[in-house]
T-cell receptor, first 115, second 115 residues
Framework: AQSVSQHNHHVILSEAASLELGCNYS??????LFWYVQYPGQHLQLLLK??????LVKGIKGFEAEFIKSKFSFNLRKPSVQWSDTAEYFC?????????????FGQGTTLQVKP | GAGVSQTPSNKVTEKGKYVELRCDPI?????LYWYRQSLGQGPEFLIY????????DSGLPNDRFFAVRPEGSVSTLKIQRTERGDSAVYLC?????????????FGNGTRLTVT
């Protein structure tokens, strides 16, 4: 079965530190990849997505992610985090379906940024 | 503009009771999705509608769960004979269509607690 694995469950960083959150998926075919973010008290929102083309994708608020097909990975990065980046981050994949709304999510990573 | 609205925001019910959870999608969004998020996990797909019909209900855990969208707008998720294991946050999302250019817009969810 298809699955998404996020290796870091809880990450604590100081402001200005660099961030990398790992995400691996299991599916051998074409995939669409997403990162969603949930800020405290808010709904899930799309951070960035990859469908095809340049494997390095840029999203909102300075986030980027790199799709490495050979490693089945789609890691999220930000060079310098801010306190306002404190949130829960979910990696998701849509695999083998034309419907990009039917997603398989990872279990999430809680990021805590200390001021 | 108005986002996806879910009511109630919280629901506490006794084991064995019937519950209905409501979702008002963004106006004009034809696709509607239900997800369930258990504590410490990522959202898990339940069902999606394109218009009035359930296009894919493969994520519904058993026949106690049922969802409708009779007029292609508001949707109701119905759970019969609730069990403690049904306790979770039930998320609704909508999108303009099913194409890769139609991102999901999530509501804030309904937190269901079965005692």
């Amino acid at each position: 079965a298809q699955s998404v694995s996020q290796h870091n469950h809880h990450v604590i960083l100081s402001e200005a530190a660099s961030l990398e959150l790992g995400c691996n998926y299991s599916y051998g075919g074409t995939v669409n990849l997403f990162w969603y973010v949930q800020y405290p008290g808010q709904h899930l929102q799309l951070l960035l997505k990859y469908f095809s083309g340049d494997p390095l994708v840029k999203g909102i608020k300075g986030f980027e992610a790199e799709f490495i097909k050979s490693k089945f990975s789609f890691n999220l990065r930000k060079p310098s985090v801010q306190w306002s980046d404190t949130a829960e981050y979910f990696c998701a994949v849509n695999a083998g379906s034309s419907n990009t709304g039917k997603l398989i999510f990872g279990q999430g990573t809680t990021l805590q940024v200390k001021p | 503009g108005a986002g996806v609205s879910q009511t109630p925001s919280n629901k506490v019910t006794e084991k064995g009771k019937y519950v209905e959870l409501r979702c008002d999608p963004i106006s004009g969004h034809t696709a509607l999705y239900w997800y369930r998020q258990s504590l410490g996990q990522g959202p898990e797909f339940l069902i999606y509608f394109q218009g009035t019909g359930a296009a894919d209900d493969s994520g519904l855990p058993n026949d106690r769960f049922f969802a409708v969208r009779p007029e292609g707008s508001v949707s109701t998720l119905k759970i019969q004979r609730t069990e403690r294991g049904d306790s979770a946050v039930y998320l609704c999302a909508s999108s303009l269509g099913l194409s890769y250019n139609s991102p999901l817009h999530f509501g804030n969810g309904t937190r269901l607690t079965v005692t």
